[in-house]
């Protein structure tokens, strides 16, 4: 499995706030972001559907608002 970064921007004030919980579940704020989207892909796919791996990037996004 191949590890990717990702880079977010993120409010100073969300973010001390992301620090302080990770720290209080004790993990580095990313793992916390990690366990956070294992748990939103998880619900997603109980809710949806199992996704697919094979999918790219591209197919089954949602169209952005106009």
């Known amino acids: ?19 302080y919980v990770a720290d ?11 366990v ?3 748990e939103n892909i998880k619900a997603f796919e109980e ?5 697919d791996g094979s999918i790219s990037a591209d197919v089954n996004v949602k169209p952005t608002r106009k």
Do not use: F, Q, W
């Open 47 to 51: 809710k949806n559907g199992v996704i």
């Open 36 to 38: 956070l989207i294992r």
């Open 24 to 34: 209080y579940e004790g993990r580095s704020v990313n793992s916390h972001v990690l």
């Open 1 to 19: 499995m191949a590890i990717k970064s990702v880079s977010i921007r993120i409010e100073e004030e969300m973010l001390k706030k992301l620090s």
